[in-house]
């Protein structure tokens, strides 16, 4: 459209979005909508990515597989049949549009390293320059569970925040987010606006289909990760593709009116039933993003108050703020920073042990568990490390001056530099802007698709 912004918009469809659940076969309805409408978007001058699951499920369908297989090889070796078919799927649909495609696989391990981090992020925008929209999918052929993103949700999130999306769209099978289950409770209500994702209370009991792996749970962790990187996320029901065109639209035109609040506006110009999670005005991205999102944690290094402090006035991460090391990594691999609000006496002295008071895995919130603990221990970032977690627990709690005495060697004055920090955003008070907006979560009504969270930002 004239005289609007030309957007990046991903567009994410799990599995269930384009085949049948029951019978294998590509929706080919709803695939063919879908084509239509990133076409239309392309028309309107906006950069298009498609983020598509069903490699497996065409591969079932395919080999005449019954049920989903359980053995790793024979997985991957479905995943391999049924990808040529669904990228031939989508080349032949786009193809009567006279709309070219490209194929993008990714892994964990294909964005772990910083050089293929930024070639792939250089390939998507000449394929942008080119007028390409590249087809995203993560590569089951290869992938383990160790290089896995784990579900399209987070691979999707991570797009977004690789090209910079100005839009994500998850597409599900319901319309929006529901206080509750709407297939069960006719009362349920429908949550149209996100400001502040953690005071969010909504229904995520929807678990992920046979023939996937995510739920509503997962959109809603990689909405979080894609609001974090200033990219406005949204929920929408994938039958109908059209509905993205609407979206956008409206977004758009409340941006341009200079009556946000008005009764006849808002009635004159409908936007179609959806759920949006605004974005954060101070995202993460490029390096902190990287490191914060792109690589899979190896352990994690606790610290205490004082180095928290320093790290968001933009200070490296010295030995003497380090409590505790847990798990075992290398030089220049990627941990989790854990803040310790006191430290405890109950640390074992053994290097690499891990403390019974902090169990290696996090508990529901996402945080470090604190059993035995008056104080809970939350996880604020992660960074690339210089030393080794043998040589980060020799020299923890000690000078910069002393690494060289207990080690032999002095390779940093730093456990981490600050340029290889990236800490999470710590959200603040959303300043409002007064208007209509009931089914609102976080704040006040902010009806502009660019709006997002006043927050503070230490990447």
């Not at 076409?39 to 001058?45: A, I, P, S």
């Not at 964990?108 to 250089?122: C, E, G, M, P, S």
């Not at 941990?335 to 529901?364: C, G, K, M, Y």
Request: net charge neutral.
């Amino acid at each position: 459209m004239k005289g609007n912004k030309r957007l990046t918009i991903v567009i994410k469809l799990g599995s269930t979005s384009i085949v049948d659940e029951e019978t294998r076969e590509p929706l080919l309805s709803v695939i063919t909508l879908i084509v239509e409408t990133a076409v239309k978007l392309r028309h309107d001058g906006h950069r298009v990515v498609i983020v598509s699951s069903g490699a497996i499920a065409v591969g079932l369908r395919r080999m005449d597989v019954g049920n989903k297989p359980k053995h790793l090889p024979r997985i991957q070796a479905l995943a391999a049949v049924g990808q040529c078919r669904l990228i031939g799927l989508w080349d032949s649909l786009f193809a009567h549009m006279r709309q070219p495609i490209a194929q993008i696989l990714l892994t964990r391990n294909d964005i772990a390293d910083r050089t293929q981090y930024l070639n792939a992020q250089n390939t998507f925008h000449e394929l942008f320059n080119m007028e390409v929209i590249p087809i995203v999918n993560e590569n089951d052929t290869l992938a383990v569970s160790e290089i896995k993103f784990g579900d399209n949700d987070t691979l999707s999130a991570i797009t977004a925040g690789m090209v910079q999306a100005d839009y994500l769209f998850l597409m599900t099978d319901v319309d929006c987010l529901y206080d509750k289950n709407p297939r069960i409770h006719s009362s349920a209500f429908p949550i149209e606006v996100v400001e502040d994702i953690s005071t969010l209370a909504a229904d995520v009991s929807t678990a992920g289909s046979t023939l996937g792996t995510g739920g509503m749970s997962t959109k809603i962790t990689a909405a979080r990760l894609a609001t974090s990187a200033g990219v406005t996320t949204v929920i929408t029901r994938s039958s109908k593709p059209g509905n993205i065109i609407n979206i956008i639209r409206y977004d758009q035109a409340l941006t341009k009116t200079s009556r946000p609040a008005s009764t006849e506006f808002q009635s004159v110009l409908k936007a179609p039933l959806h759920t949006r999670f605004l974005p954060d005005l101070n995202p993460i991205r490029d390096r902190s993003f990287w490191i914060l999102h792109g690589l899979a944690p190896h352990g994690t290094v606790y610290i205490d108050e004082g180095a928290h402090r320093a790290l968001t006035s933009k200070a490296g991460l010295l030995p003497a703020g380090v409590v505790h090391v847990e798990g075992q990594f290398a030089q220049q691999e990627a941990v989790r920073i854990v803040v310790i609000p006191s430290a405890p006496s109950s640390f074992p002295q053994a290097q690499n042990a891990t403390p019974p008071s902090l169990p290696s895995e996090h508990d529901q919130n996402g945080v470090p568990g604190s059993a035995g603990r008056t104080k809970i221990d939350v996880e604020v970032g992660r960074a690339l490390v210089n030393y080794s977690s043998t040589e980060i627990m020799r020299i923890k709690g000690l000078r910069s001056t002393e690494i060289l005495g207990v080690l032999g060697y002095a390779d940093s004055d730093y456990v981490a530099l600050r340029e290889n920090v990236s800490l999470a955003k710590s959200r603040v008070s959303r300043p409002t802007t007064p208007g209509p907006g009931s089914g609102r979560v976080g704040g006040g009504s902010n009806n502009g698709g660019g709006g997002g969270d006043a927050a503070t930002s230490a990447s």
